[in-house]
C-alpha cells in the first residue's frame, strides 16, 4: 500500500477519515466536512452511540453534499498518544481495505502537541495493518479483495511527518518481511531457502555469511546438528552483520531460533495443530526482519544477528531419545526428547555468538515452548535476563511498541532441574516451570554475556486480528527490538 503525507484539506473523492474527540468534539477537518455535507456528520452521530472514544468509529457512506465513497468519524479519546495514534490508522485501514474505496485521506489536526510525529504514527499503523499474505489464493472471493491502494495523511507540516515517516517505513518493510518468512510453509522455507532469503539483505549493505552442515561440524555444533540430522534438508547458520557504528563500537546481538518445521522428530507431536510448526522458525524470522529494519533505516549502531535454521523430523537417521551430543561449548546434552529442540539449536548459536563477537549483550527470540503459552497467553512475550538493566530496558521498548514482555525467574533450584547422570545436562526439565527450564538450558550457554530471552511461542502467530495486525504471522519482535536498539544503543 502506499503511504504519502499532504497538507490538510478534505479530498473530493474516496474514502476520508476524520477525528472526533471524547464527548463528540469534532475536529476542524469533521467541523468543515460537516459544513461540506448539509449537517450529515452532526446528524448521523446524533443517531448513535459514538462518543468519541478511542477505539470508537462510525462511518457515513456517501455523504451528502460531497463526491466521498465514504467519511470515517475515528474516536481519540482522551488520550491520543503513540500507540493510540498507530492503532488509529490500523483501525481505519481494517475498515477500509476491503470497502470498496482505493484511496483514502487521513486527516490528523487535533489531540497530540506534536501533530507531524502523530501523523507518521497513523502511517505506521495504517501500512502495518494493510498486510496480506494471499500468494497462494488462486480462488479468493471477489467480495474479500482487498481494494484499498493508498492512503495519504494530512497534517499541518507535512514535509516533517514525511521525514519521520522515513525510518518508521522501513521499519514497516522489516516487520513484512518477518511476516512473509513465517507464513511461508515449511516445503518453501528450509534451512537452505530461508538462508537464501537472509542472504538477500547483502542488497542493503548487511554482511551474510552462511554456514553448512561441514563448516558446522568443524565447529563442533553437535547439539545443533543433531536436531536437523532427520531432516531431508541439511541444517545452516546464518550470520548477519549490520555495521551501522565506528568500528571500535561492540556489537550487539540477536539470536533467533529457526526450526523450518518442528514435527516433535522421534518424540512426534500429535497431528491435530501440527501444520502450525511451520512458524516454528519465527524467532529466525524476527531477527532477519529485525536485520532488514536496521539496515534499511541505517541505524547507527554495530549490529550481528545470527540464525541456527533446522528442520526436525523423524528418520531412520533422526536423533533418538537417549542420544547424548557434544555442544560445541564443550558441554554435554542428554536428549530425553527430541521435540525440545529449540534450544538445541540455540546452545550452539549462543555460544558461537559469545565467543566469536563478544558482543555488548545477546537477545535470543525463539518459538520455545508451549508453556509460555499456559502462562502468558497471547498478551506478553516471556522475558528471560541475566542481566536487570537489559530487562528493564527491553520491558520500556515493549511498552513503548505494544510488544509487551514480560519478565519470568531464573534461579538456581531450576538450574538443578535439567540435571542428568549419563551426561553434563538433559534437554528437558520436570513437569512444572517447562518455560523456565529451557531458559536455564540456554542460560548454560552465555557464558559470562549479558544476555535476555524472549520466549515468542505465544506472540509471533494470532489468530485474530489486532489493529496493526491482521491476523497470522505478527512479526513480533521487530518493532520491540528496533525500538531498544534506538533507544538505547545508538546516541
Ligand atoms: N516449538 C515448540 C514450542 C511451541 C509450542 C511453539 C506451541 C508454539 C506453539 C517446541 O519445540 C516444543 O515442542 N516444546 C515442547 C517442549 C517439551 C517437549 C519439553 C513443548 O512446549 O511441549
Ligand atoms: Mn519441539
Ligand atoms: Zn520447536
Excluded at 522515513?166 to 531457502?193: C, H, Q, W
Excluded at 555469511?209 to 536437523?228: C, I, P, R
Aim: positive net charge.
Amino acid at each position: 500500500m502506499k503511504i504519502s503525507f499532504a497538507e490538510p484539506a478534505l479530498p473530493d473523492k474516496g474514502a476520508v477519515v476524520v477525528l472526533v474527540a471524547e464527548g463528540r468534539k469534532l475536529s476542524p477537518a469533521a467541523k468543515d466536512l460537516d459544513g461540506k455535507a448539509k449537517g450529515a456528520v452532526t446528524r448521523a452521530i446524533k443517531a448513535s452511540r459514538f462518543e468519541g472514544e478511542k477505539g470508537q468509529s462510525l462511518e457515513i457512506v456517501a455523504p451528502a453534499g460531497t463526491a466521498l465513497d465514504r467519511a470515517i468519524l475515528a474516536g481519540i479519546g482522551k488520550d491520543f498518544g503513540e500507540l493510540e495514534q498507530q492503532a488509529l490508522g490500523g483501525n481505519a485501514v481494517g475498515k477500509l481495505i476491503s470497502s470498496g474505496s482505493a484511496a483514502a485521506t487521513v486527516i490528523v489536526d487535533t489531540g497530540a502537541r506534536d501533530l507531524a510525529a502523530a501523523a507518521a504514527n497513523v502511517a505506521l499503523g495504517a501500512q502495518l495493518a494493510s498486510y496480506r499474505f494471499d500468494r497462494y489464493r488462486t480462488k479468493e472471493e471477489k467480495k474479500d479483495k482487498p481494494t484499498l491502494k493508498s492512503v495519504t495523511v494530512c497534517v499541518a507540516g507535512a514535509a516533517k511527518a514525511r521525514r519521520a515517516w522515513g525510518p518508521m517505513g522501513k521499519v514497516a518493510d522489516g516487520v513484512f518481511f518477518t511476516r512473509d518468512l513465517v507464513s511461508e510453509p515449511g516445503n518453501v522455507i528450509y534451512p537452505e531457502s530461508l538462508a537464501a532469503e537472509a542472504r538477500t539483505l547483502t542488497k542493503l549493505g548487511v554482511g551474510v555469511e552462511v554456514f553448512d552442515v561441514k563448516k558446522m561440524e568443524k565447529l563442533g555444533m553437535g547439539a545443533l546438528l543433531g536436531v536437523g540430522q532427520g531432516s531431508a534438508h541439511d541444517s545452516r547458520m546464518v550470520v548477519m552483520r549490520w555495521d551501522g557504528a565506528a568500528k571500535a563500537k561492540k556489537a550487539v546481538a540477536f539470536v533467533g531460533k529457526g526450526v523450518t518445521f518442528d514435527s516433535g522428530g522421534i518424540s512426534i507431536k500429535p497431528g491435530p495443530g501440527m501444520e502450525e510448526m511451520k512458524w516454528d522458525m519465527g524467532g529466525a524470522g524476527t531477527v532477519i526482519g529485525l536485520m532488514k529494519a536496521l539496515a534499511g533505516r541505517k541505524a547507527r549502531v554495530n549490529a550481528v544477528g545470527l540464525v541456527g535454521l533446522v528442520e526436525n523430523m523423524p528418520d531412520g537417521k533422526a536423533q533418538r531419545p537417549g542420544d547424548i551430543v557434544k555442544s560445541m561449548s564443550g558441554q554435554t546434552i542428554e536428549i530425553h526428547n527430541t521435540d525440545a529442540e529449540g534450544r538445541l539449536v540455540l546452545a550452539d548459536v549462543l555460544w558461537y555468538c559469545q565467543d566469536r563477537f563478544k558482543p555488548q549483550f545477546i537477545v535470543d527470540l525463539a518459538t520455545l515452548t508451549g508453556a509460555i503459552v499456559v502462562s502468558l497467553g497471547n498478551e506478553h512475550a516471556g522475558l528471560f535476563s541475566n542481566d536487570d538493566k537489559l530487562a528493564e530496558k527491553l520491558t520500556a521498548a515493549g511498552l513503548a511498541t505494544g510488544e509487551k514482555v514480560w519478565r519470568m525467574p531464573l534461579d538456581e533450584a531450576y538450574d538443578k532441574l535439567i540435571k542428568t547422570d549419563a551426561a553434563d545436562m538433559k534437554n528437558i526439565g520436570g513437569r512444572g516451570a517447562g518455560s523456565i527450564t529451557a531458559a536455564q538450558f540456554l542460560q548454560r550457554f552465555v557464558n559470562k554475556t549479558p544476555w535476555a530471552h524472549l520466549d515468542i511461542a505465544g506472540v509471533a502467530w494470532s489468530k485474530d486480528a489486532k489493529p496493526t495486525a491482521p491476523k497470522g504471522a505478527t512479526g513480533f519482535g521487530v518493532r520491540l527490538l528496533d525500538r531498544f536498539a534506538a533507544d538505547n544503543y545508538e546516541k
